[in-house]
């Protein structure tokens, strides 16, 4: 184990966790963001994600990113079309909603969320959750070449901080 104290996050122009919120986790997700096409001619519309769970919080505190564990601490999916949860392994269920999102630093990845622990269907102590450091997972441009009622995966991978 090691000290999440001192470390901040990459900066951003969301709202900062209060004083009162301290830093548990950070987990690396690996998976895909999940869009819906109507039919060929539709704009993809987004329709939740999945992903693998893995305790960041040393490799991150220390710098050392190539070294994140490769085993398991949880998963990331929907609980429903539009609501986040996050099962992680010590903590328990976290249903959230997305309350901010800022703009990735590059296009080509989804944007980086904050993210509010709802009452309803949450057994953790979890309070927030900042979806940082986004890789891939934009949507296609358009439906072009898909059935209608498909869905479309886009892998990508993501830092979530858990406070």
């Known amino acids: ?9 990459p ?9 009162d919120l301290t ?5 690396r997700g690996k998976g895909t963001q999940n869009y819906t096409c109507a039919d060929a001619t539709a704009t993809p519309a987004a329709f939740g994600a999945v992903a693998n769970l893995f305790n960041a919080s040393c490799t991150v505190a220390s710098g050392n990113l190539g070294s994140i564990s490769e085993e398991t601490i949880g998963m990331h999916f ?11 392994i010590g903590l328990g269920e976290t249903q959230a909603k997305k309350v901010e999102s800022m703009a990735a630093p590059q296009p080509t990845n989804v944007p980086w969320l904050r993210l509010q622990a709802q009452e309803q269907g949450t057994t953790s102590p979890v ?10 997972g934009v949507a296609p441009a ?4 898909q059935e209608a009622n498909s869905v479309v995966t886009v892998s990508y991978e993501a830092e979530y901080w858990v406070y």
């Open 127 to 136: 309070k927030q959750i900042y979806r940082l450091n986004t890789v891939g």
């Open 23 to 27: 830093l548990a986790l950070i987990a």
């Open 142 to 145: 358009d439906c072009a070449g």
């Open 1 to 9: 184990s090691c000290s999440l104290a001192d470390v901040q996050q």
């Open 78 to 88: 929907f609980a429903d079309g539009t609501t986040p949860e996050f099962d992680i």
């Open 11 to 19: 900066t951003n122009t969301m709202t900062p966790p209060t004083a």
